[in-house]
């Protein structure tokens, strides 16, 4: 009888300790049953920190062709100056830098070769009176057949050939800018004066006061940057996509992040051979607003092609770290507790404010995502 009673007491001690054990087993799977949020946020951080709440949209996104290229001016405001005889420099006033206006001083030069040209100009111009006479007498002359035409001839071939031998010394002394007239009077200079062609400022000298320069030298550089544009090379797989009209985006990397605008004015229709590039000329917009860009400054460009719809999330949500780029997803909201998922994106076009989010039709589209906020709250 006791064995017996022993016998059922340990039977009923061990199924009250199987029925613990079940209900400790079947309080951790109803635990376990919800998912673990990676990022919990209270209700009171949310509110305090500024946090945001969005889903992922639907946007509209340019198309872009990638160029570069450098600001420049048109050829008509590029002027490099030269001289049309050669000489020694005089008197050399200007600085890289400094403004001129068009019919200003530029360069004196020197050379005892003016004073020669302007002596042979007044000589010849003497001997014209005197030829012109003989070659009009001759000509009478024989008209009546008094003179033989031989004569008349060689008087003609003379006259004409100091009047060409005059006209061409006088526009070499014009292109000098040395009066002719002082130069019949008898008042004869060393001094060639050199004018500027057009108002702009000094890009670059090439001389020094005292050297010698010869026409083939250049002298100096005027640039007026009044009117200044994009110069770009777009790579011959993109120049089928490039109109006239079309909005660029660009900024000048070397010395800010600020991004300008302009549009395609015009477009090149040849090759160059090495780099496999065309040629693209764009106008930039509110011109005169602009900052003082340096002609020659290197620019990287965007030019817009078009447009594509993709799924996207403000770029504030998307959190780069390392190789990857990861948002927090919503998971549920629960005691006044926000419960976040971090879940890995693959990043693409961005505009506006936002990015797109090519790997899209792998996330819920009725899940809510943090786009405030999501910097400090990820993590490695």
Request: net charge negative.
């Amino acid at each position: 009888m006791k064995k017996s009673l022993k016998i059922t007491v340990q039977f009923l001690v061990l199924l009250l300790l199987l029925s613990c054990g079940n209900s400790s087993t079947e309080a951790e799977n109803t635990e376990n049953s919800k998912p673990k949020a990676d990022v919990t946020v209270s209700q009171k951080q949310f509110d305090g920190a500024g946090l945001a709440l969005d889903y992922i949209k639907e946007t509209t996104f340019p198309d872009w062709v990638e160029a570069s290229g450098m600001i420049d001016v048109p050829p008509e405001n590029r002027a490099v100056i030269t001289a049309f005889m050669g000489g020694y420099i005089k008197d050399n006033p200007l600085l890289i830098g400094d403004a001129v206006k068009k019919g200003q001083v530029l360069i004196t030069l020197e050379n005892p070769e003016f004073v020669a040209l302007q002596q042979q100009f007044q000589e010849l111009a003497e001997q014209l009176d005197y030829l012109k006479s003989e070659y009009e007498r001759q000509q009478a002359l024989v008209a009546e057949n008094i003179t033989s035409k031989k004569n008349f001839l060689k008087a003609e071939s003379d006259y004409k050939r100091s009047v060409a031998t005059y006209n061409g010394l006088q526009k070499k002394l014009q292109m000098l800018n040395i009066s002719t007239s002082q130069a019949l009077a008898g008042n004869f200079t060393s001094l060639a004066r050199i004018y500027a062609p057009i108002t702009g400022t000094i890009a670059e000298t090439f001389v020094s006061k005292g050297s010698y320069v010869s026409p083939a030298d250049p002298i100096m550089e005027i640039i007026d940057i009044d009117h200044i544009h994009l110069e770009l090379s777009v790579f011959e797989k993109d120049m089928m996509k490039v109109r006239k009209g079309q909005p660029i985006n660009f900024k000048i990397p070397e010395s800010s992040d600020i991004s300008y605008t302009g549009e395609v004015h015009l477009i090149g229709n040849s090759l160059n051979a090495e780099g496999r590039t065309v040629k693209v000329h764009g106008h930039i917009e509110n011109e005169n607003d602009t900052p003082n860009f340096a002609v020659g400054m290197f620019i990287e460009a965007k030019i817009e092609t078009g447009e594509t719809t993709a799924m996207a999330l403000p770029e504030t949500a998307v959190v780069n770290l390392g190789d990857s780029y990861y948002v927090l997803q919503l998971n549920r909201k629960e005691n006044g507790e926000y419960l976040f998922d971090q879940v890995e994106v693959k990043p693409g076009k961005t505009a506006n404010g936002l990015m797109e989010i090519r790997n899209a039709d792998e996330l819920p589209k009725d899940k809510q995502y943090l786009t405030e906020g999501a910097f400090e709250l990820i993590q490695e």
